[in-house]
Protein backbone atom coordinates (compact mmCIF):
# COMPACT_ATOMS: atom_id res chain seq x y z
CA UNK A 1 0.00 0.00 0.00
CA UNK A 2 0.93 3.62 0.18
CA UNK A 3 2.81 4.81 3.11
CA UNK A 4 5.00 7.14 4.49
CA UNK A 5 7.38 5.62 6.72
CA UNK A 6 10.45 6.44 9.18
CA UNK A 7 13.52 4.16 9.83
CA UNK A 8 14.26 5.36 13.57
CA UNK A 9 11.60 5.90 16.04
CA UNK A 10 14.34 7.65 18.35
CA UNK A 11 17.18 9.66 17.74
CA UNK A 12 19.75 11.38 20.21
CA UNK A 13 22.39 13.70 19.70
CA UNK A 14 24.96 15.86 21.64
CA UNK A 15 24.31 19.47 21.41
CA UNK A 16 26.13 21.05 18.38
CA UNK A 17 26.35 17.86 16.57
CA UNK A 18 24.74 17.40 13.59
CA UNK A 19 21.25 15.29 13.54
CA UNK A 20 19.91 13.56 10.30
CA UNK A 21 16.74 12.20 9.96
CA UNK A 22 15.29 9.89 7.34
CA UNK A 23 11.82 8.46 6.22
CA UNK A 24 11.08 6.28 3.27
CA UNK A 25 8.36 6.85 1.39
CA UNK A 26 6.37 3.89 -1.33
CA UNK A 27 4.61 6.47 -3.80
CA UNK A 28 6.16 7.14 -6.74
CA UNK A 29 3.43 9.61 -7.54
CA UNK A 30 4.23 11.78 -4.59
CA UNK A 31 5.33 15.20 -5.85
CA UNK A 32 5.69 17.08 -3.04
CA UNK A 33 7.07 16.63 0.46
CA UNK A 34 7.47 18.75 3.76
CA UNK A 35 9.21 17.87 7.32
CA UNK A 36 6.90 19.19 10.09
CA UNK A 37 8.23 19.38 13.47
CA UNK A 38 5.70 18.85 16.32
CA UNK A 39 6.41 19.90 19.75
CA UNK A 40 4.65 18.46 23.03
CA UNK A 41 0.90 19.46 23.14
CA UNK A 42 0.81 21.83 20.05
CA UNK A 43 0.42 21.23 16.60
CA UNK A 44 2.94 20.65 13.38
CA UNK A 45 5.00 23.49 12.53
CA UNK A 46 6.44 23.42 9.02
CA UNK A 47 9.91 23.80 9.08
CA UNK A 48 11.31 22.71 4.82
CA UNK A 49 9.46 21.31 1.86
CA UNK A 50 11.01 20.11 -1.47
CA UNK A 51 9.19 19.35 -5.16
CA UNK A 52 10.10 16.32 -6.83
CA UNK A 53 12.18 17.76 -9.28
CA UNK A 54 14.72 19.04 -6.90
CA UNK A 55 17.31 16.83 -4.68
CA UNK A 56 18.63 19.08 -2.19
CA UNK A 57 17.01 22.51 -0.25
CA UNK A 58 18.59 24.24 2.14
CA UNK A 59 17.11 26.80 4.92
CA UNK A 60 18.52 28.23 8.29
CA UNK A 61 20.44 24.80 9.83
CA UNK A 62 18.02 22.60 7.45
CA UNK A 63 18.91 20.81 4.66
CA UNK A 64 16.18 17.73 2.84
CA UNK A 65 18.02 15.60 0.62
CA UNK A 66 15.77 13.30 -1.66
CA UNK A 67 16.33 10.33 -3.65
CA UNK A 68 13.65 9.59 -5.63
CA UNK A 69 15.49 6.60 -7.21
CA UNK A 70 15.39 4.55 -3.66
CA UNK A 71 12.35 6.99 -2.60
CA UNK A 72 14.40 7.98 0.36
CA UNK A 73 13.87 11.71 2.37
CA UNK A 74 16.07 13.08 4.98
CA UNK A 75 16.46 16.41 7.09
CA UNK A 76 19.67 17.51 8.19
CA UNK A 77 20.14 19.59 11.55
CA UNK A 78 23.16 21.74 11.68
CA UNK A 79 24.77 21.99 14.93
CA UNK A 80 21.53 20.65 16.68
CA UNK A 81 19.88 22.76 19.86
CA UNK A 82 18.32 21.93 22.76
CA UNK A 83 15.39 23.88 21.34
CA UNK A 84 15.22 21.47 18.24
CA UNK A 85 14.30 18.42 20.92
CA UNK A 86 10.78 17.24 19.29
CA UNK A 87 9.20 14.82 17.08
CA UNK A 88 9.81 14.97 13.17
CA UNK A 89 7.08 14.11 10.48
CA UNK A 90 8.08 13.50 6.93
CA UNK A 91 4.77 14.16 4.82
CA UNK A 92 3.92 13.61 1.29
CA UNK A 93 1.55 14.86 -1.28
CA UNK A 94 0.32 13.74 -4.65
CA UNK A 95 -0.67 17.02 -5.84
CA UNK A 96 -4.08 18.79 -5.75
CA UNK A 97 -5.81 19.41 -3.19
CA UNK A 98 -5.47 15.72 -1.60
CA UNK A 99 -4.49 15.53 1.58
CA UNK A 100 -1.02 15.19 3.07
CA UNK A 101 -0.06 11.53 4.11
CA UNK A 102 2.35 11.32 7.61
CA UNK A 103 5.39 9.54 8.51
CA UNK A 104 5.49 8.04 11.94
CA UNK A 105 7.65 10.54 13.23
CA UNK A 106 11.12 10.38 14.99
CA UNK A 107 11.61 12.14 18.30
CA UNK A 108 14.64 13.73 18.41
CA UNK A 109 16.50 13.97 21.61
CA UNK A 110 19.30 16.97 22.24
CA UNK A 111 21.82 16.19 24.67
CA UNK A 112 22.97 19.43 26.28
CA UNK B 1 0.80 34.79 7.00
CA UNK B 2 -0.76 31.33 6.80
CA UNK B 3 -1.41 31.45 10.78
CA UNK B 4 -4.56 28.57 11.47
CA UNK B 5 -6.03 28.89 15.15
CA UNK B 6 -8.05 26.25 17.04
CA UNK B 7 -10.90 26.76 19.73
CA UNK B 8 -10.89 25.73 22.55
CA UNK B 9 -7.58 24.58 22.72
CA UNK B 10 -8.19 22.13 25.73
CA UNK B 11 -11.74 20.89 27.20
CA UNK B 12 -12.74 18.40 29.41
CA UNK B 13 -16.08 16.91 29.24
CA UNK B 14 -18.68 14.12 30.59
CA UNK B 15 -19.56 11.53 28.75
CA UNK B 16 -22.72 11.30 26.75
CA UNK B 17 -21.75 15.38 25.90
CA UNK B 18 -21.36 17.03 22.88
CA UNK B 19 -18.02 19.05 22.33
CA UNK B 20 -17.61 21.77 19.05
CA UNK B 21 -14.17 22.52 18.19
CA UNK B 22 -13.88 25.87 15.72
CA UNK B 23 -10.74 26.12 13.60
CA UNK B 24 -10.17 29.36 12.17
CA UNK B 25 -7.57 30.83 8.65
CA UNK B 26 -6.92 34.29 10.27
CA UNK B 27 -4.93 35.71 7.71
CA UNK B 28 -6.02 33.48 4.50
CA UNK B 29 -9.31 31.99 3.14
CA UNK B 30 -9.05 28.22 3.19
CA UNK B 31 -11.19 26.45 0.82
CA UNK B 32 -10.27 23.33 2.22
CA UNK B 33 -9.07 22.57 5.93
CA UNK B 34 -8.07 18.84 6.90
CA UNK B 35 -9.10 17.45 10.65
CA UNK B 36 -6.75 15.33 12.29
CA UNK B 37 -6.56 13.19 15.20
CA UNK B 38 -3.30 11.93 17.12
CA UNK B 39 -2.99 9.58 20.05
CA UNK B 40 -0.16 9.64 22.58
CA UNK B 41 3.35 9.02 20.92
CA UNK B 42 1.63 8.26 17.36
CA UNK B 43 0.98 10.36 13.89
CA UNK B 44 -1.36 12.08 12.89
CA UNK B 45 -4.54 10.37 11.29
CA UNK B 46 -6.46 12.31 8.89
CA UNK B 47 -10.53 12.01 10.11
CA UNK B 48 -11.91 14.15 6.91
CA UNK B 49 -11.16 16.48 4.59
CA UNK B 50 -13.67 19.56 4.92
CA UNK B 51 -14.85 21.34 2.20
CA UNK B 52 -16.22 25.36 1.97
CA UNK B 53 -19.71 25.03 1.11
CA UNK B 54 -20.58 21.37 0.73
CA UNK B 55 -20.17 17.85 2.85
CA UNK B 56 -16.90 16.96 3.98
CA UNK B 57 -15.05 13.78 2.53
CA UNK B 58 -14.61 11.60 5.78
CA UNK B 59 -11.86 8.66 5.49
CA UNK B 60 -12.53 5.10 6.30
CA UNK B 61 -13.06 3.90 9.55
CA UNK B 62 -14.26 7.43 10.23
CA UNK B 63 -18.24 7.95 11.57
CA UNK B 64 -19.71 10.81 10.16
CA UNK B 65 -22.78 11.11 12.10
CA UNK B 66 -20.31 11.06 15.85
CA UNK B 67 -17.82 13.33 14.16
CA UNK B 68 -19.64 16.68 12.43
CA UNK B 69 -17.75 19.04 10.29
CA UNK B 70 -19.13 22.05 8.98
CA UNK B 71 -17.42 24.41 6.95
CA UNK B 72 -19.55 26.97 6.82
CA UNK B 73 -17.41 29.50 5.56
CA UNK B 74 -13.60 30.47 4.02
CA UNK B 75 -12.43 30.76 7.07
CA UNK B 76 -13.75 29.02 9.53
CA UNK B 77 -14.49 24.60 10.08
CA UNK B 78 -16.00 23.24 12.91
CA UNK B 79 -15.36 19.93 14.34
CA UNK B 80 -18.26 18.65 16.69
CA UNK B 81 -17.82 15.48 18.79
CA UNK B 82 -20.90 14.01 19.10
CA UNK B 83 -21.93 11.80 22.45
CA UNK B 84 -18.55 11.64 23.47
CA UNK B 85 -17.05 8.81 25.05
CA UNK B 86 -13.89 8.22 26.54
CA UNK B 87 -12.66 6.79 23.50
CA UNK B 88 -12.49 9.85 22.16
CA UNK B 89 -10.30 11.41 24.50
CA UNK B 90 -7.51 12.28 21.60
CA UNK B 91 -5.89 15.64 20.31
CA UNK B 92 -7.24 17.24 17.84
CA UNK B 93 -5.42 19.18 14.85
CA UNK B 94 -6.52 20.86 12.12
CA UNK B 95 -5.16 22.08 9.06
CA UNK B 96 -5.14 24.33 6.05
CA UNK B 97 -3.94 24.84 2.55
CA UNK B 98 -3.08 28.65 1.34
CA UNK B 99 -4.47 29.21 -1.98
CA UNK B 100 -2.26 31.95 -2.11
CA UNK B 101 0.88 30.77 -1.98
CA UNK B 102 2.67 28.38 -4.87
CA UNK B 103 2.78 25.17 -2.68
CA UNK B 104 0.76 22.63 -1.71
CA UNK B 105 1.92 23.29 2.24
CA UNK B 106 -0.64 22.73 5.33
CA UNK B 107 -0.37 24.64 7.85
CA UNK B 108 -1.42 23.49 11.32
CA UNK B 109 -3.45 24.74 14.04
CA UNK B 110 -2.28 24.30 18.13
CA UNK B 111 -4.33 21.48 18.26
CA UNK B 112 -7.50 20.95 21.05
CA UNK B 113 -6.96 18.53 23.94
CA UNK B 114 -9.86 16.66 24.53
CA UNK B 115 -10.73 14.58 27.79
CA UNK B 116 -13.48 13.14 28.18
CA UNK B 117 -14.94 11.68 31.39
Known amino acids: GESVGLHLPTLSVQEGDNSIINCAYSNSASDYFIWYKQESGKGPQFIIDIRSNMDKRQGQRVTVLLNKTVKHLSLQIAATQPGDSAVYFCAENKGGNTPLVFGKGTRLSVIA | GAVVSQHPSRVICKSGTSVKIECRSL??????MFWYRQFPKQSLMLMATSNEGSKATYEQGVEKDKFLINHASLTLSTLTVTSAHPEDSSFYICSARHPGLATDTQYFGPGTRLTVL
Open chain 2, 27 to 32: DFQATT
